[in-house]
């Protein structure tokens, strides 16, 4: 069974830097899309990033294109987020999520979920 | 850019039948996928591909998808089922696309 931990949250001043990272167990990583969601504090699910199950191809929400990047290492069964150029409106629970794709292109459910990071973006 | 209209709430009586819609231009023509997050907690996945539930996922859990309604449809609904139930799909131009959230309250 995969189990997905995230990590690399907390709090941050506006304009910083910031990378998230989600370790996964399990065999399949290598051949799973995966995805980064975010819930600000009282808000709904934001999808925003995937990553194909070779870091082929990446793609991102409009509210964090050319701020985020996702990225992959297969190798260590890690998933990351390197968070750029921050703002209070990126405050959220972060959750990296697995895709159901049998291709890896991270275009189906999201069936397995860490249990998220918080980042605080405040002065 | 593709929306996804949920209504923020649903109130419904313990045994009784809850439906949650997600509205979509021609959502029928898509898979949708519908999660429950309970307070504190990540999202579950508890239909997909429209009618299909994950191991696990009791059988009063079941989705249907025509048109541009999407529906999630929990019969003798129990305590336990009160969370928040988002609706999800994919979409060529913005990709992952998740409905607004509709938050579920056992009465």
């Known amino acids: 069974q995969v189990h997905l931990v995230e990590s690399g949250g907390g709090v941050v001043q506006p304009g910083r830097s910031l990378r998230l990272s989600c370790a996964a167990s399990g065999s399949t990583f290598s051949r799973d899309g995966m995805h980064w969601v975010r819930q600000a504090p009282g808000k709904g699910l934001e999808w925003v990033a995937v990553?194909?199950?070779?870091?082929?191809?990446?793609y991102y929400a409009d509210s964090v294109k050319g701020r985020f990047t996702i990225s992959r290492d297969n190798s260590k069964n890690t998933l990351y987020l390197q968070m750029n150029s921050l703002t209070a409106e990126d405050t959220a629970v972060y959750y990296c999520a697995r895709d159901t794709s049998i291709t890896g292109d991270g275009t189906d459910a999201l069936d397995i979920w860490g249990q998220g990071t918080r980042v605080t973006v405040s002065s | 850019s593709y929306v996804l209209t949920q209504p923020p709430s649903v109130s419904v009586a313990p045994g009784q039948t809850a439906s949650i819609t997600c509205g979509g231009s021609n959502i029928g023509s898509k898979s949708v996928h519908w999660y429950q997050q309970k307070p504190g907690q990540a999202p579950v996945l508890v239909i997909y591909?429209?009618?299909e539930r994950p191991p696990g996922i009791p059988e009063r859990f079941s989705g249907s998808n025509s048109g541009n309604t999407a529906t999630l449809s929990i019969n003798r609904v129990e305590a336990g089922d009160e969370a928040d139930y988002y609706c999800q799909v994919w979409d060529r131009s913005d990709h992952q696309v998740f409905g607004g959230g509709t938050k579920l309250a056992v009465l």
């Open positions: 591909y429209d009618t």
């Open positions: 990553i194909w199950y070779d870091g082929s191809n990446k």
